[in-house]
């Protein structure tokens, strides 16, 4: 039996960087959550785990979800290789970086986020100072805690990324009720 979402989650899900869009019935996830969660996997993480640790509240889906789901991307990653992940069943996928332009517009926004946090990670974190692989792990989980939720950024009117996000969102929300005049 399939999970069916509420419009409630699907705005959840739709804020999740790691998704690339989402309908009731299904939750596409982008690219590079794909080859992240499998590489996790193959570490050893357990398969909710990795959900959880990407931002998801993993109440919402059926106890077997994460299992099933990493096993499909192995079997075609298997399959067709790596390249076989951006090729999914359904239509609002995320297909990868060569294809429409809607498409490749999301994901260079999903890209510019990514090396946004990376730039400032790498000037901002002493990781050099790392004895550990556990070490370096734990110091970048600290700052992209820091990051998304405590930083406050010039240009996002002084809120932290999660923050902002969550105003941006609450604006369209609004909007889409019938309140025009939110600021």
């Known amino acids: 039996m399939r999970t069916i979402f509420s419009s409630e989650q699907i705005v959840k899900l739709k804020r999740n960087l790691y998704v690339f869009n989402c309908t009731t019935k299904s939750a596409y996830y982008t690219y590079e959550f794909k080859i992240h969660a499998i590489d996790l996997y193959e570490q050893g993480i357990n398969s909710k785990e990795i959900w959880r640790r990407a931002g998801f509240d993993i109440e919402m889906w059926k106890k077997n979800y994460f299992t099933l789901t990493l096993r499909d991307w192995k079997r075609i990653v298997a399959r067709d290789g790596i390249k076989g992940l951006s090729k999914t069943g359904g239509l609002p996928y995320d297909r990868g970086p060569n294809n429409t332009d809607k498409d490749k517009l999301k994901r260079l926004e999903l890209q510019v986020k990514y090396l946004s946090f990376f730039g400032h990670m790498k000037d901002e974190l002493d990781y050099k100072s790392c004895q550990s692989i556990e070490e370096l792990?734990?110091?970048?989980?600290?700052?992209?805690?820091?990051?998304?939720?405590?930083?406050?950024?010039?240009?996002?009117?002084?809120?932290?990324?999660?923050?902002?996000?969550?105003?941006?969102?609450?604006?369209?929300?609004?909007r889409v009720m019938g309140f025009q005049n939110v600021y």
Request: hydrophobic residues 30%; glycine residues 0%; aromatic residues 16%.
């Open 137 to 174: 792990h734990s110091k970048v989980t600290e700052y992209m805690q820091y990051y998304n939720y405590e930083r406050k950024q010039w240009t996002r009117n002084k809120m932290a990324p999660v923050e902002y996000r969550n105003h941006l969102l609450t604006l369209v929300d609004a």
